[in-house]
Every structure is written in structure tokens, then in C-alpha cells.
């Protein structure tokens, strides 16, 4: 069965920091990767879905890369601001039909 | 805009009773996924569905079954709720391209909490 794990767990940053979370996962034979942002209380939203064939996805401040050879994503979010602050969820597909999740990085960036 | 709607944001239903989670999607996807999110366990897939009337158990779908009728709308039922079903339940959706899921989008939640 797929394991996704994340490290750090918790991350606190000053604003203006460049920053990295990592992902990653013990079956190598994934289609997609997809990482999610969580604010308390609320449902996930799609930051960025990396196909298993692309080595990286860019939105703004955001880039995600794809290592599925070595089983690793990192998440690096430029210039950081407090309207960051939430949990990052990273999750797979295999050959199933549903998301694998890791159990997030909770981010604070402090003003 | 992918638009997932669940029925309910926050929920309160007593031990015993049937509750129905309510999830509706406007584009046409045809996956559709049912999770549970709980502190220090992250989510857990209770059950999915890749088409009409058709349905798989995820990895806890004890306590729960579901339906989906239409295209659009997949409904979670907890048969006799329980208060260790007390949890943020979150629906999603995809599109089946090529044998395989495409960007999955998530609606709101739902906090249900069982007394």
C-alpha cells in the first residue's frame, strides 16, 4: 500500500523566506502527484497536479517538483507572506482510483 | 469553475440516527470520492465511485454506505451514527482521462458531530 509522508509536520517562518516541503512516497508507480492547501475549518484546494511524465509545475510564488525515481516532492513557495499560512497536503494516484494523502505540513509565516 | 458543493457546512445528529451527506458537482466528472479527516490521522478514504451506480469501498467503510444516481451527486450514508463517526467529512471529484484521474477538487466539508 502507497505511504506519503511529509516533513516537516510543522514549519514557522518569517515573512519574505523562500521555503521547501517535502513529500514523499513508497511506490514509485504513480500517475499524478497533486499538492492541496487546507485552511482551518475548510475543504482542500488544488495548488498544482504534477503528471507522472513532468519533473515540475509552476503557479506564481509556487513550484512543485517530481523525482519518482527517488519517491520525492518538494513544494517551494518564493517570498513568503502570512496569507500562506495553512496546511499543505500532498497526495498520489497509483493505479487506483483515489488520492493517497500524506498528513501535511501545518505553515505559519509571522509577519 | 470546478464547482463541488456538499449540502451541509456544520451538522449535530444523535447516536443512532441515519444521516445523509449530501455532494453535487457541475463538471461532469466522472469520479467522485468520499473522505473522513480526522486530527493525527489525516484523510481516509471511506468510498469512491468511477461511474453511475457503480461504487468501491475505500480503506474504513464500516458504518457507512453510499449512492450515486446521477452523474453529479454522490451521497454518503451513515446508516446508525455514532459518535466515534464524529469527523470533517470531505467529498471530491475528477475526471477519468485515459484510464487515469486528472485534477481532483474538493468541496467544503462537512463538520459532522454526533451526540
Known amino acids: 500500500k502507497q505511504e506519503v509522508t511529509q516533513i516537516p509536520a510543522a514549519l514557522s517562518v518569517p515573512e519574505g523566506e523562500n521555503l521547501v516541503l517535502n513529500c514523499s512516497f513508497t511506490?514509485?508507480?504513480?500517475?499524478?502527484l497533486q499538492w492541496f492547501r487546507q485552511d482551518p475549518g475548510k475543504g482542500l484546494t488544488s495548488l498544482l497536479l504534477?503528471?507522472?511524465?513532468?519533473r515540475e509545475q509552476t503557479s506564481g510564488r509556487l513550484n512543485a517538483s517530481l523525482d519518482k525515481s527517488s519517491g520525492r516532492s518538494t513544494l517551494y513557495i518564493a517570498a513568503s507572506q502570512p496569507g500562506d499560512s495553512a496546511t499543505y497536503l500532498c497526495?498520489?494516484?497509483?493505479?487506483?482510483?483515489?488520492?493517497?494523502f500524506g498528513k501535511g505540513t501545518s505553515l505559519l509565516v509571522t509577519p | 469553475d470546478v464547482k463541488v458543493t456538499q449540502s451541509s457546512r456544520y451538522l449535530v445528529k444523535r447516536t443512532g440516527e441515519k444521516v445523509f451527506l449530501e455532494c453535487v458537482q457541475d463538471m461532469d466528472h466522472e469520479n467522485m470520492f468520499w473522505y473522513r479527516q480526522d486530527p493525527g490521522l489525516g484523510l481516509r478514504l471511506i468510498y469512491f465511485?468511477?461511474?453511475?451506480?457503480?461504487?468501491e469501498k475505500g480503506d474504513i467503510p464500516e458504518g457507512y454506505s453510499v449512492s450515486r444516481e446521477k452523474k453529479e451527486r454522490f451521497s454518503l450514508i451513515l446508516e446508525s451514527a455514532s459518535t466515534n463517526q464524529t469527523s470533517m467529512y470531505l467529498c471530491?471529484?475528477?475526471?477519468?482521462?485515459?484510464?487515469?484521474?486528472?485534477?481532483?477538487?474538493f468541496g467544503q466539508g462537512t463538520r459532522l458531530t454526533v451526540v
Open positions: 504534477i503528471q507522472s511524465s513532468q
Open positions: 511506490d514509485s508507480a504513480i500517475y499524478n
Open positions: 497526495a498520489v494516484w497509483n493505479s487506483g482510483y483515489a488520492l493517497n
Open positions: 471530491a471529484s475528477s475526471a477519468n482521462s485515459w484510464g487515469r484521474n486528472t485534477e481532483a477538487f
Open positions: 465511485s468511477y461511474d453511475v451506480k457503480m461504487k
